[in-house]
């Protein structure tokens, strides 16, 4: 495939020339997609705006380059393997003309009911085809997505319509994922009562569950498929039109909808895909990501589409009907590259090694992880039972913001080492500034990890709010893009990320902020003020410790343990259920320093079972505290 990388010497041949010439290096990459008219400037950037733009004046669609583009040498391959949640069900797949017609036929759908070129749509759906159908849909007619994960509460979607202005809805009427059928379109009406910009609601049936439709709103996707033809002439887009927003969380309280672009999304996508899996025509891909996170738009979605790949669509859960799916579902479609998270791995280690024993993981070329920090153990576990010590692990360090993957060995190319991203990717100009945004240079250093050089799938802004864009990655250190994460850069220059450094906490390889999680405890009416710390969870990685102030048990006819499980609620209602706390604690105090600040250094250690190192605590307005919360934790 053009631009691959196939040796270390290739490897570092390209890195050399990406950092010499960024604007050569990208312009010839992107030289090969097809544009509607080319750019006239390759970039243009400041960090101090922000203001980055990429490919300048150049015009396309997306979906062109997905399908236009290929159609006469890929049309009859397929895109979509589709496996169900339940094994039973046949799988289905889509071949790239197929997909093609649905997303033409969908993109008129979206047409006839109103939706316009720059129209925010919102996309609330389980894992099956007509997600991926919709986002491109969307791409195809200029309208912007947000996909919001359809594990999000009520309150999570409605703010994120609101936030975005959304008019338009695509769901379903209910999910398969495990078990139990699991009720969508409930939830979105509950949402949409908060809700007063949209005005239409398109729903696919997949459970056949009995759901309300209200009148004039509520239309059923079938229905308005069958209206329109499956001929659609692509929307020319401007390579800086938004492409999607996808809300993320942060240190401060409210998920902001980081903004990504035509152009240059296409190309590090696509480009990111093809090296880092090192995929080859007729190759199946499958990473288990949901399509509402980053990881699914850019690795299930843009770039192996536009790579021309097949890729695995999973509607289930890992653990359905047992800890072997994942296996049977690679034994089944000769999966050659799999990419999954930490999180997963361990979970599926801790089942033990009887439910990998029946299946044939041969047609394995590439195992992958993303999503957090993966541990030695798991990194080896996954290496010798999963991929049989025979093929490349790619630890891929990248985040909402970025779009694709920064730091990640190229597979079979970069030598790897157990619990290190590596080497940033070509394109890529990692920095390492100690607390006063000193930059330190040379091996064997620690420090938090920034980004000197834009790459082309950067976040351009947060909707709505470019100021707090600018805030939140550009302000801590002059002329950088910090992402938050603390690294270490080895003595070969391998890179290992070591986690956030922010007040931000990733449960299993979920971001929330600590922030966001306080405020909805502190919705539940016996709550006086809480803090929440992220602790090492074996199977999560980090888990949510909650330390709570409240009002009179006795008084108000509570128990700890019912408080304790109102409070779980409350969180799982109002964020969803991946932001229950893990544990909770009830305490009469916070430790604060004078100024009030909450020393959540303090809260941190003793989260993780260490009473011992908490520095020194006497200049804390109530240094007492600190002995009651150690009693509590048995330290
Ligand atoms: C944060 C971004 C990238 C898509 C999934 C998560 C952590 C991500 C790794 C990795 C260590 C990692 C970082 C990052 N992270 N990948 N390979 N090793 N940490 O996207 O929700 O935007 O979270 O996930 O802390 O900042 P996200």
Avoid at 157 to 169: E, K, M, S
Avoid at 315 to 333: L, S
Avoid at 370 to 390: L, Q, S
Wanted: charged residues 25%; proline residues 5%; aromatic residues 10%.
């Amino acid at each position: 495939m053009a631009f691959q990388i196939h040796s270390l010497g290739g490897y570092l041949h390209e890195y050399q020339k990406s950092v010499a010439d960024p604007e050569g290096f990208w312009e010839d990459i992107a030289s090969t997609f097809f544009w509607r008219k080319r750019w006239d400037k390759v970039l243009d950037w400041n960090f101090e705006g922000p203001d980055v733009k990429w490919f300048i004046n150049g015009k396309l669609n997306i979906t062109e380059n997905i399908f236009e583009r290929r159609l006469y040498t890929h049309g009859d391959q397929t895109a979509i393997i589709w496996e169900p949640n339940d094994p039973k069900e046949p799988s289905t797949r889509i071949t790239y003309k197929e997909l093609y017609e649905k997303v033409c036929n969908f993109a008129n759908v979206l047409l006839n009911n109103g939706v316009k070129k720059g129209d925010r749509v919102a996309i609330y759906m389980p894992m099956i085809p007509e997600a991926a159908i919709a986002m491109l849909a969307c791409a195809r007619i200029g309208a912007v997505h947000s996909v919001v994960f359809a594990g999000f509460s009520a309150t999570s979607l409605a703010d994120r319509i609101n936030d975005a202005g959304v008019n338009t809805v695509l769901t379903t009427d209910g999910a398969y994922r495990g078990a139990k059928p699991l009720s969508i379109k409930p939830i979105v009406d509950e949402a949409l009562e908060k809700c007063s910009s949209v005005n239409k609601v398109i729903v696919f049936k997949r459970t056949s569950e009995e759901v309300q439709m209200k009148n004039g709103r509520d239309v059923w996707w079938h229905e308005e498929t069958a209206k329109v033809s499956s001929e659609n002439k692509a929307e020319v887009m401007d390579s800086e039109d938004m492409l999607f927003i996808l809300y993320t969380s942060g240190s401060t309280g409210k998920p902001k909808g980081v903004v990504h672009t035509t152009g240059g999304y296409m190309v590090y996508s696509s480009y990111t895909f093809r090296n880092v899996f090192q995929y080859e025509d007729g190759d199946v891909f499958w990473c288990t990501a949901d399509v509402g996170w980053i990881t699914g738009h850019s690795y299930i979605v843009y770039g192996p589409l536009l790579s021309g790949a097949t890729v695995v669509m999973f509607e289930g859960i890992p653990t359905y009907p047992d800890a072997g799916r994942f296996w049977q579902v690679i034994d089944k479609h000769k999966v050659n590259q799999f990419y999954t998270a930490p999180t997963a791995i361990r979970s599926l280690q801790a089942f033990g090694n009887d439910f990998i024993t029946p299946y044939d993981l041969s047609s394995l070329k590439l195992l992958g992880s993303v999503g957090e920090p993966i541990n030695e153990e798991a990194w080896r576990w996954y290496h010798t039972f999963i991929g049989k010590g025979r093929v490349p692990i790619v630890d891929t360090w990248w985040q909402t913001e970025t779009g694709g993957i920064l730091i990640s060995p190229i597979a079979g190319v970069t030598p790897t080492k157990p619990a290190f991203a590596t080497l940033p990717l070509p394109g890529v100009q990692p920095i390492i500034v100690d607390a006063e945004g000193k930059e330190l240079k040379g091996n064997g250093v620690e420090g938090n990890l920034c980004i000197k050089f834009p790459w082309p799938s950067m976040l351009r802004t947060t909707y709505g709010d470019h100021e707090r864009c600018r805030q939140t990655y550009f302000s801590t250190y002059k002329n950088l893009y910090f992402t938050g994460d603390g690294v270490k850069r080895d003595e070969d220059g391998y890179y290992r990320i070591l986690g956030r450094v922010d007040d931000v906490i990733n449960v299993s390889g979920h971001r929330l902020g600590t922030a966001e999680i306080e405020n909805a405890i502190n919705e539940h009416t016996l709550v006086i003020e809480s803090a929440v710390v992220g602790y090492p969870h074996d199977i999560k990685g980090q888990g949510i410790y909650a330390y709570v102030i409240c009002e009179d048990l006795a008084k108000n006819q509570r128990t700890e343990k019912v408080l304790v499980n109102e409070i779980i609620e409350t969180v799982s209602k109002i964020i969803g259920p991946i932001a229950k706390p893990d544990k909770i604690m009830l305490v009469s105090g916070l430790p604060k320093t004078r100024s009030g600040k909450i020393m959540r250094r303090i809260l941190r250690k003793i989260a993780e079972g260490d009473g011992s190192n908490l520095g020194d605590t006497t200049t804390l307005l109530n240094p007492e505290i600190v002995d009651e919360i150690k009693v509590k934790a048995g330290l």
